[in-house]
């Protein structure tokens, strides 16, 4: 072993102290990730992360059935599509005269528009019930959705405005002088310009609400409007033991959808993405 | 629209119709403004309707003694709800573990652990960088009840986590029954490290490499380098992380109620479960949203310090 380290080996050694580092961690967070993929396929599924017996799809096949996938798949679909659209349509209009307009008012907009991106969704969560039980907009698919699209409107507002701020104005006041209307530069101007921040708004709205266990599970009541975050606790209790390779199957299911949807916004956008830029402002 | 033509001497000025008044600039500018605005319309009212009005009528009812069933009026009664909050072992309890589990799993465990990850993926080689961020973002991107569904089987008697303190010849317990906030809180780091992961990789790559190259060649060693010159030049991004991470880890819900329901007793009931107990397991719907309410005041606040972390920004 060299006495002084030169400085090149002394970063070559730096790297495998980091990769050594990340590899411990990646191994501990890899571990409850192995259980669900290993158990959806072990006939004799435990709570244990095991090589399986035997590798089958029973597990797969006992839960692809209407009460216990579809519907439940169908009504997350509906329910976060529905608010996901509302969202960006709204957004996207909203962003608009934010990004392309000067006013007195945009900036205390912005400041509460940003104010109400962190506030607690989850502690106004008894008021809305409340609320939806006066106004009979409780255990309804349009009450959700309305109340989905307000709670993740605020981000959506201000990503989108600030994804609008990457289009020049130029090209704009060329259509203007053709005499082109607002909407319509919008619309086919520059909507198709900034086609990925789009993209980012929609998906990342929609994973958010996919997600989401609390606001449905307030707001809906009956089991056959129930989305997949909050049925897949019928795999516990009610039913006696709990059978956990079902359990599994299901959950890789109903996540697999916005982990695709997650790679295929990374992959466009490269690595950290808009969501780092966007904290930033 | 420009200035009209100047009228000769003999011509007679036309008084305008009185149902086409000329537009003063005042009303005309008024109007345009208000033609911009109306874009932003469907998106208020939602925002008004739906989460501006919740808002309004939680601090309302946070002053009566509203409950679930079997009363017609509920009526006002100052500020009762929440005295008797403060008079509360099980609302003082919940205040305490929402606390322990703000400080373990957002302050310290996402934070730093996030900063770490970053910090060595600025030096590992591409494969192990690739891998280690993708399981880490896998863990985030989860539906949250799936995430706590996994980690109830890795922390339960059976499960994953005693598996290997036997193999290690470690004393095993049942970790969801003697340290439940513990568990709760180390699911969340699991959870949530991959934002702070993401938003210390995107500061940590603005830094110049010359800056710390020139350290480098200095002799400053790696934890110098971290503390006088990595550290100070990232202290923006360190505060916007901590105050969304506390503002994100401060409204957990369905982790914590797919993995304990709060319990064993009250052993993990932070103030969201709390609040739903209240407000629906035992009725008191003023009550709970009292509790709601101190939950929001006190988000509002961190809500400000990240508005003023950005003012410069906005």
New interface residues.
């Given amino acids: 072993m060299p006495v002084a380290p030169t ?1 090149k080996s002394r ?1 070559a050694n ?2 495998y ?3 050594v ?3 411990v ?2 191994a501990a ?5 192995a ?2 993929v290993l ?1 959806a396929l072990d006939p004799d599924a ?4 095991k090589i399986p017996d035997g590798v089958t799809l029973d597990n797969f096949d006992a839960v692809l059935e209407p009460d216990i996938t579809f519907t439940p798949l169908l009504n997350s679909l509906i329910l976060c599509g529905g608010a996901t659209l ?1 969202t960006v ?3 996207a ?2 962003a ?3 990004s392309r ?1 000067r ?1 007195r ?1 945009n ?1 205390p ?3 509460t528009i ?3 991106t ?14 939806f039980v006066q106004v009979d907009l409780i255990d309804t698919m349009q009450g959700t959705i ?2 989905f ?3 993740q ?2 981000f959506a ?1 201000w990503l989108m405005k600030n994804f609008m701020d990457g289009v020049p104005k130029e090209l704009e006041e060329a259509a203007w002088t053709d005499g082109a209307s ?2 319509q530069s ?1 619309l086919r101007i520059v909507l198709p310009l900034m086609g990925p921040g789009v993209g980012v708004v929609t998906v990342f709205s929609f ?1 958010m609400m ?5 606001v449905p ?1 307030m707001l809906l009541l009956s089991p056959d409007q129930m989305p ?3 049925s ?2 019928d795999f516990f209790g009610n039913r006696g033991t709990v059978i ?1 390779g079902q ?1 599994a199957a299901f ?1 890789v299911i ?2 697999t959808p ?2 695709l949807l ?1 790679v295929l916004v ?1 992959r466009r956008l490269g ?2 993405f808009a ?3 966007a ?3 | 629209m420009t200035a009209a033509p100047p009228a000769g001497p003999g011509v007679v000025k036309t008084a305008p119709g009185p149902t086409a008044p000329p537009p003063t600039p005042k009303s005309r500018s008024l109007r345009r403004a208000l033609t911009r605005a109306l874009p932003v319309s469907p998106a208020v009212v939602l925002l008004v309707l739906f989460l501006a009005g919740p808002i309004a009528y939680c601090a309302y009812i946070a002053f009566t003694d509203l409950q679930l069933t079997g009363q017609a009026e509920s009526s006002f009664v100052g500020f009762d709800n929440f005295r008797e909050a403060f008079q509360d072992e099980a609302f003082l309890n919940a205040v305490w573990l929402t606390l322990v589990f703000t400080v373990l799993s957002s302050l310290i465990g996402q934070n730093t652990l996030g900063l770490a990850l970053a910090s060595l993926m600025q030096r590992a080689s591409k494969p192990v960088r690739t891998l280690t961020g993708g399981i880490v973002i896998t863990a985030w991107v989860l539906p949250e009840v799936v995430a706590g569904f996994l980690l109830y089987a890795f922390f339960r008697r059976e499960g994953t986590l005693n598996a290997i303190l036997d193999w290690l010849h470690l004393p095993s317990q049942n970790w969801l029954f003697t340290l439940p906030i513990l568990a709760v809180s180390f699911a969340n780091v699991w959870r949530g490290t991959a934002f702070s992961m993401l938003v210390y990789s995107a500061a940590l790559n603005e830094i110049p490499k010359e800056i710390t190259e020139a350290a480098e060649v200095d002799g400053a060693g790696g934890w110098r380098r971290m503390w006088h010159i990595t550290l100070p030049m990232i202290r923006r991004s360190i505060g916007t992380n901590l105050m969304l991470n506390t503002l994100q880890t401060l409204s957990v819900f369905g982790l914590i109620w797919v993995m304990t329901r709060g319990g064993p007793g009250n052993r993990s009931q932070t103030l969201p479960l709390f609040m739903y107990e209240q407000a629906f397991q035992k009725s008191m719907i003023g009550y709970g949203t009292a509790v709601a309410l101190l939950l929001l005041v006190v988000g509002s606040l961190f809500s400000v310090v990240y508005l003023r972390l950005l003012r410069t920004e906005v």
């Fill in positions: 400085l970063r730096r790297r102290a980091a990769d580092g990340l590899l961690v990646a967070f890899v571990l409850p990730l259980w669900v158990s435990g709570l244990q992360v509302l349509v709204c957004a209009l909203a608009y005269p934010l307009f006013s008012l900036r907009f912005l400041l940003l104010f109400a962190s506030l607690p969704i989850t502690a106004i969560m008894v008021p809305v019930y409340a609320l309305f109340f699209a307000a709670s409107l605020p507002i607002s909407f919008l994973v996919w997600g989401n266990f609390f599970f997949a975050s909050v897949i606790n956990y359990l959950s109903y996540s916005v982990i997650y990374a690595g950290g969501l780092g830029g904290v930033k402002g």
